[in-house]
């Protein structure tokens, strides 16, 4: 397990995912005493997602205005006694939320503003705070082919290694981070890389009735976990593209519990064991919509089967549509579970 990257959480829609030009929020919705509350609660770390918009110019370098709220976070990280892991949520041609369009593959020019992204944010930070800044190169890629990733991965990985040696990169899986791409996902011969994956599974608990979701928006069912999925056949029918049968159906009268998660997991752990690497979860949660009960038993079983594996994380997320603090700052049940 990476030492400082243990347990952690993630501050989401702050500097991504969000108005980026409300610098009202911007400067203010996570605060110092915000991370205060985190290291309190026993994380170790916190999970910054970062948009490009926030922090490339049109030059292709880095704007200060919004490096200043990186450097920010990374000031109060400090202060609280917490590591912090930069991720970067999009790149230009590139977010997990429109894969149809999304053209960083193909285009030199994309991915030549992608090298230049992180060789601004490496040179910004040098080798300064090794073990307590680390980085993550992209946020839940979505090549069609997982080649196309790699060699995107590639570009940010030696952009970062040209200022610094020793920096911990975090490489994620193709597939919005899917532990079933890990078979190719390019392993770097650099003792201070880590592979992230993405952990939602099962799906049909963790996004139920998600707005977002087209199918289990339909579906508008309660599930518990663990559980035993009703026979969804009828509602599958019901669906308005075939895309959505399917994903109806893969849970159709399946059992949630501990050995499907852990079966899910089998290509990162095999990947783990091939290249004697760490792996780490940089997302996992379950949605405040799913009954509390069963969140809490979720998390105790995603707990168990990370630690059985040593296997860091982030839980998804700190206050938002997942997350384990109610929005006056008082904890949720599941607290006692991550941060026993």
């Not at 911990?168 to 890389?193: A, C, E, R």
Request: net charge negative.
């Amino acid at each position: 397990m990476v030492r400082n990257f243990a347990r952690g959480v993630n501050l989401s829609h702050w500097l991504s995912q969000c108005d980026l030009n409300d610098k009202e929020k911007l400067a203010g919705a996570c605060t110092e005493d915000d991370f205060r509350r985190i290291a309190d609660s026993g994380a170790d770390h916190v999970r910054l997602p970062v948009d490009y918009k926030l922090i490339e110019n049109e030059s292709g370098g880095l704007l200060d205005s919004g490096m200043s709220h990186v450097e920010r976070a990374c000031k109060f990280s400090r202060n609280s006694g917490l590591a912090i892991l930069i991720d970067l949520h999009s790149a230009p041609g590139m977010s997990f939320a429109t894969p149809e369009i999304n053209c960083i593959w193909n285009r030199r020019d994309l991915q030549d503003r992608f090298g230049a992204i992180w060789t601004g944010i490496a040179r910004c930070f040098g080798d300064s705070d090794l073990d307590a800044i680390a980085f993550e190169l992209l946020n839940e890629p979505t090549a069609n082919d997982n080649s196309d990733w790699n060699k995107i991965a590639s570009i940010g990985h030696a952009a970062v290694r040209r200022e610094s040696q020793s920096r911990m990169i975090f490489v994620g899986s193709n597939s919005w981070q899917s532990p079933y791409t890990f078979p190719d996902l390019k392993h770097f011969d650099d003792p201070h890389t880590v592979y992230s994956f993405h952990f939602y599974e099962p799906f049909i608990f963790t996004h139920q009735k998600a707005c977002w979701v087209g199918n289990l928006k339909r579906l508008n069912l309660e599930i518990g976990y663990p559980a035993i999925v009703p026979n969804l056949e009828r509602e599958a029918s019901e669906m308005p593209d075939e895309s959505m049968k399917t994903q109806t159906l893969i849970y159709s009268g399946i059992k949630l519990d501990f050995d499907r998660m852990e079966e899910t997991l089998k290509h990162a752990l095999d990947f783990k064991k091939r290249h004697n690497c760490e792996l780490y979860c940089s997302e996992f949660g379950a949605i405040t919509l799913a009954p509390q009960d069963a969140r809490v038993n979720w998390f105790g079983d995603a707990v168990k089967l990370f630690s059985e594996y040593e296997i860091g994380w982030a839980v998804w997320d700190y206050m938002g549509a997942f997350g384990i603090f109610h929005k006056d700052g008082k904890p949720k049940e599941e607290l006692d579970i991550l941060f026993p």
